[in-house]
């Protein structure tokens, strides 16, 4: 079954650190790009990071430095570490696979994950 499941959000003081998990199935894993987005209320969903079967990495701008987006192939996994939180990486942080090209766009890939949520507060 092709579906995404994100783990590993909560809350966590600011300068602090969480380590996003999005599991998938072997194929799914192997042969998409997969990419993690966040979403505010009220605002468009925004790409943090992107990683593609070859190992291209793509960060947005605001995260650069802090997050870093890997493959753990024995898990068929793609963690996202996030440290220095700031209260405005407190979102709904989504998982999406598809193709390289359909990930880079605003509305993403071909598949969701649920969300888990991330909330950077004292």
């Known amino acids: 079954q092709d579906r995404l499941v994100e783990s590993g959000g909560g809350l966590a003081q600011p300068g602090g650190s969480l380590t996003l998990s999005c599991s998938t199935s072997k194929d799914l894993f192997r042969n998409n790009a997969i990419a993690w987005f966040r979403q505010t209320p009220g605002n468009q969903r925004e790409r943090v990071a992107v990683i593609s079967p070859s190992l291209t990495i793509n960060y947005a701008d605001a995260v650069k430095g802090r997050f870093t987006i890997w493959r753990d192939h024995n898990a068929n996994a793609v963690k996202l570490q996030m440290n220095d939180l700031k209260p405005d990486d407190t979102a709904v942080y989504y998982c999406?696979?598809?193709?390289?090209?359909?990930?880079?766009?605003?509305?993403?890939?071909?598949?969701w994950g649920q969300g888990t949520q991330v909330t950077v507060s004292s």
């Open positions: 999406n696979a598809g193709t390289w090209n359909n990930v880079l766009r605003p509305i993403g890939g071909r598949y």
